[in-house]
Nanobody
Framework: QLQLVESGGGLVQPGGSLRLSCAAS????????IGWFRQAPGMEVEGISC????????HISDSLKGRFTISRDNGKNTVYLQMNSLKPEDTANYYC???????????????????WGQGTQVTVSS
């Protein structure tokens, strides 16, 4: 069964960059779509981006697509989220997730993703 583990979060100053990793075990990431999401305290889950099995990208958030980029390294079985020009409002817990049943496509709805990592905290502050 596919298991996802996020890493790469931390404290960064406004304007800085971070690259988050979503490492998979138990199966190949090329067998499933992988989405990145975030949740700030007291806020709903927000979708960021998703990459399909074939490598096509869906920008779930139009407001973030200019600063956040999803990519995948098949050899490392890892999906990345490159985050640039970070702002304090980007502070949140970031999650990667997949659809293990409806694995043929991405979705803009976080409720359509049924397997989640534990998350990694990103704090943007001076």
């Amino acid at each position: 069964q596919l298991q996802l583990v996020e890493s790469g979060g931390g404290l960064v100053q406004p304007g800085g960059s971070l690259r988050l990793s979503c490492a998979a075990s138990g199966s190949s990431l090329t067998d499933y779509p992988i989405g990145w999401f975030r949740q700030a305290p007291g806020m709903e889950v927000e979708g960021i981006s998703c990459i399909t099995r074939a490598g096509s990208i869906t920008h779930i958030s139009d407001s973030l697509k200019g600063r956040f980029t999803i990519s995948r390294d098949n050899g490392k079985n890892t999906v990345y989220l490159q985050m640039n020009s970070l702002k304090p409002e980007d502070t949140a817990n970031y999650y990667c997730a997949t659809r293990t049943r409806y694995y043929y496509a991405c979705s803009r709805r976080h409720s359509d993703f049924d397997s989640w990592g534990q998350g990694t905290q990103v704090t943007v502050s001076s």
